[in-house]
């Protein structure tokens, strides 16, 4: 003896599921890329401001003749082989070479950097975002809302869609088993906007 193992669920339910699915899918696969473009563009446009800078110090005078600004967003320093007194800041010292994309924190402000070769020493130019990086920390917030919002509202549109689907298959259902087969006359409407549900009463009163 066989019995039905087959589980039935509501057409509304599995609608709901897929668009949801999609939907939240689609969010993230925004949201990501949105955040990956924003901080490889915000990387690349610290790089040449830096590089910049230094290049216009280093354009009539060398450097190493040169007092590195120490006021504003820009701060600079000259790092020899040996470090002395007059090194940059820990987080500045041991620096690799190149630009430095990662935030560096210091005395509660945020910084990118850029270390350069200069003879036997180096020297470290660093960038003070801490006011853009709260403005974008603020935007990402507010973005959040956004599209927490649009979600919601994407959702509930979905089962406002959804509802409309199932209705005409829950109707011709409901009116398919209050058809009486001894009346011979008995018929199902046909008048179905969609014609899936219409091709289905044609076939039920056929």
Request: hydrophobic residues 45%.
């Amino acid at each position: 003896m066989t019995m039905n193992s087959c589980r039935h669920t509501s057409l509304r339910r599995r609608i709901n599921s897929r668009f949801l699915l999609v939907i939240i899918l689609l969010t993230a696969v925004i949201a990501f890329h949105s955040y990956l473009s924003q901080s490889l563009l915000e990387s690349q446009y610290w790089r040449i401001i830096l590089e910049s800078t230094l290049a216009d110090l280093d354009a009539d005078k060398p450097l190493k003749t040169r007092k590195l600004p120490q006021v504003g967003p820009l701060r600079g320093w000259y790092v020899p082989a040996r470090q002395g007194e007059e090194s940059a800041p820990p987080p500045f010292r041991d620096l690799p070479l190149g630009f430095q994309g990662r935030q560096i924190e210091w005395q509660g402000r945020t910084y990118v950097a850029l270390v350069h070769p200069n003879d036997t020493e180096r020297v470290v130019l660093a960038l003070d975002i801490t006011e853009l990086e709260t403005q974008q920390n603020q935007g990402a917030v507010l973005g959040a809302v956004i599209a927490a919002i649009s979600l919601m509202l994407a959702i509930l549109l979905v089962r406002s869609l959804a509802r409309r689907l199932s209705a005409p298959v829950k109707d011709i259902a409901r009116r398919m088993a209050s058809l009486d087969p001894r009346q011979a006359g008995a018929r199902l409407p046909v008048d179905y906007r969609e014609i899936e549900i219409h091709h289905i009463a044609v076939a039920a009163n056929g």
